[in-house]
């Protein structure tokens, strides 16, 4: 069963930090480049980091020096530490497997106060 669970969202004053954290089934997990994305309202989908099975990452500029995201393989789990959030870090994020085929998290919703 194809299955990713996302935790951690909430609520934060700008500043703060917030880990969201993804919880893979392990066909989908093993061995494929992880990522997060999210989406703001009125906005489109945007990549914010991704990681490949041996821990190369990828970042938007946007949250470069913010965000670090990194992977425990033998729990299939993905993680995001957002510190210094900012407002407009405020959208939607989705755990997504961003080897082929794709598969997409629920989402989060992460709300960033000013």
């Known amino acids: 069963q194809v299955q990713l669970v996302e935790s951690g969202g909430g609520l934060v004053q700008a500043g703060g930090s917030l880990r969201l954290s993804c919880e893979a089934s392990?066909?989908?997990?093993?061995?494929?480049?992880m990522g997060w994305y999210r989406q703001a309202p009125g906005k489109q989908r945007e990549l914010v980091a991704s990681?490949?099975?041996?821990?190369?990452?990828n970042y938007a500029d946007s949250v470069k020096g913010r965000f670090t995201i990194s992977r425990d393989n033998a729990k299939n789990t993905v993680y995001l530490q957002m510190n210094s959030l900012k407002p407009e870090d405020t959208a939607v994020y989705y755990c997504?497997?961003?080897?082929?085929?794709?598969?997409w998290g629920q989402g989060t919703q992460v709300t960033v106060s000013s």
């Open positions: 392990t066909s989908i997990f093993s061995g494929k480049v």
């Open positions: 997504v497997r961003i080897s082929f085929p794709a598969y």
């Open positions: 990681i490949t099975s041996v821990g190369r990452t």
